[in-house]
């Protein structure tokens, strides 16, 4: 209780209303929260001396080998929302630096697969291992309603936030401007 009590703000971004306090504390220790993972992120990306897409890349690769999926460099960089070009310089950063390989294609001659090597993703096991452990073991810990209350909880934010768009910010004018 300790947590959500230090949370409490003056309503930083949001409104410091009697009634609003519950979800007031949970807006702001999303925040808090997002902060934190912003800050490792940051962290991991300067202990691996990568960028954010070189991270982002090599996060889809790892995800892609443990599904048995083969990712083309088309497929990364329609998932990175990247142009061909930078895909291109993306993967022979990353092939230079030993995070990946490029491969003949099982069953398409012309095409080419990419994947990460062993040396990837024992790194990113090393770096990112015990945080995801930890991770882990907050969210076993819930009891199966209170997962599932968390889990409805956060997708209802991922959908508030993936509506967000240009016509929220044409209402907010519209509003300022009456």
């Known amino acids: ?48 001396g990568m960028g954010e897409t070189d991270l982002l890349a090599l996060r889809y690769l790892l995800q892609a080998e443990r599904t048995g999926a083969q990712l083309k460099p088309k497929d990364l960089a329609e998932r990175l929302g990247i142009s061909s070009a930078s895909t291109t310089i993306l993967l022979d950063r990353l092939e230079r630096s030993g995070h990946l390989k490029r491969a003949p294609h099982p069953s398409d001659r012309r095409a080419l697969v990419i994947v990460p090597t062993m040396g990837a993703e024992h790194e990113v096991r090393t770096t990112l291992g015990r945080m995801h452990d930890r991770m882990l ?21 991922v959908d508030a936030v993936e509506r967000a768009d240009h016509h929220d910010a044409d209402a907010d004018r519209e509003g300022l401007a009456g």
Do not use: C, H, K
């Not at 076993?140 to 997708?155: C, I, N």
């Open 1 to 48: 209780m300790t947590e959500i009590q230090n949370s409490r703000s003056s309503g930083y971004w949001f409104p410091d209303r009697a009634e609003q306090v519950e979800g007031v504390d949970v807006l702001n220790l999303l925040r808090r929260y997002r902060s934190a993972e912003a800050a490792m992120r940051r962290r991991t990306r300067e202990s691996m």
């Open 137 to 157: 073991e907050v969210a076993d810990a819930l009891e199966p309603d209170d997962a599932a209350v968390v889990a409805s909880f956060l997708q209802g934010m």
